[in-house]
């Protein structure tokens, strides 16, 4: 067995192990990101797409925002579809001035890959059986094979950012573990496609027959979601019935300019809001969708992880430059009070928006009343609007 030292050992090649080693390694602290898969597998995966701007001034803080900037789209506002109409929410306007930036996961992953690439970072890809051991002890390690042959990683720190299948979270003991988990009865089946999107900002649409929304990854590139029942299965979802059914659930004339085109990708998705408690055992520290889920109508996922590596980033440079462990301390606590915001905004959206099986007339009525309401108080539109942007880290 190989015997090798690293101050922080990352789990997870995915955005979170991947911004948080990047942001340590240029403030001269040694980390080695462990990833199951291959990189091509890694960017395969095509994710949400909405950055806070508390994430973008993350990545332009770990040298990594220069793509963003150029191609990323920044969006003041987002329109809400409901009863025939579009409603838009300002988000500029009710934040007093901030925005998104729409730009793929899949290209932050990349954008990423490549400064760990440019600085010389170490990311061993195709690591297989990471196990966790002596997380209690001040000298943590895990062990890891690759091509048949098995290491030993001593460390200060390990990491979980391995997402939610990871063995991060299992490593810690079930007596001290709590999960809180709720499964919604749909899921979103999305589909990717060569075409112009049909709003230059995204469209969040309710509509009796189910929600949809209207998203993008560029000029020439739409996303499109629409509410599925869990059950359904892709194949049996060709791509004319995707457009006729969004179609339906648009407004006409926006339904009018919708353009279609063959599906690059389609797939569905479940949604589920998902939090384990505590975020950090011992010297283990969960980040990202190794510690909590979201549904995505609030755009969340991403943003939510990013929040954890803030927090994580700060509370190590805090540790290793001046040799203050309060933020180390305090992680878990800080980390999850954001994230059950993230958690209650997104649970709101989704409810505020879905067409739930089991829901009654006063359910819908109710729902309608929320959409209302919103549209007529700057006090409502604002509580959308700190949210969708991103509270303060
Ligand atoms: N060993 C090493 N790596 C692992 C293991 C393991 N046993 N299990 C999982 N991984 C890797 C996965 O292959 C993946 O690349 O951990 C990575 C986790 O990445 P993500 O699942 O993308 O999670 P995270 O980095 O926290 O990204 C934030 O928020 O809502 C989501 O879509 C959003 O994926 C995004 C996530
Ligand atoms: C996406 O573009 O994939 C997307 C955008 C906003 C969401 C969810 C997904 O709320």
Known sequence: MS???????IIGGGPSGLLLSQLLHRRGIETVVFEKHTRD?????????????GFADLMREAGCGERMDAEGEIHE???IAHQGRMDRVDLAKHTGGDTVVVYGQTEVTRDLYQARADMGGVVVHQAEDVALHDLKSTTPYLTYSKDGTSHRVNCDYIIGADGFHGPSRKAIPSD?????????????????????PVSPELIYARHDRGFALCSMRSQVLSRYYIQVPITDNVDGWSDDAFWAELKSRLPADV???LETGPSIEKSIAPLRSFVAEPMRY????LAGDAAHIVPPTGAKGLNSAASDIYYLYHGLLDHYLKDDDAGLEGYSETALARVWKAQRFSWWMTNLLHRFPDSAEVDRRFQQTDLDYLFSSDAALASLAENYVGLPY
């Not at 015997?3 to 050992?9: D, M, R």
């Not at 597998?41 to 701007?53: N, S, T």
């Open 282 to 285: 011992g010297n283990l520290f």
């Open 3 to 9: 015997i090798t030292t690293t101050q922080v050992a």
């Open 41 to 53: 597998y890694v960017l395969g995966r095509i994710r949400a797409g909405v950055l806070e701007h």
């Open 255 to 257: 339904a009018a300019g």
């Open 77 to 79: 506002g987002i329109y």
């Open 176 to 196: 001290v573990l709590r999960e809180y988990e709720k499964v919604y009865p749909f899921g979103w089946l999305g589909v990717l496609s060569e075409t112009k």
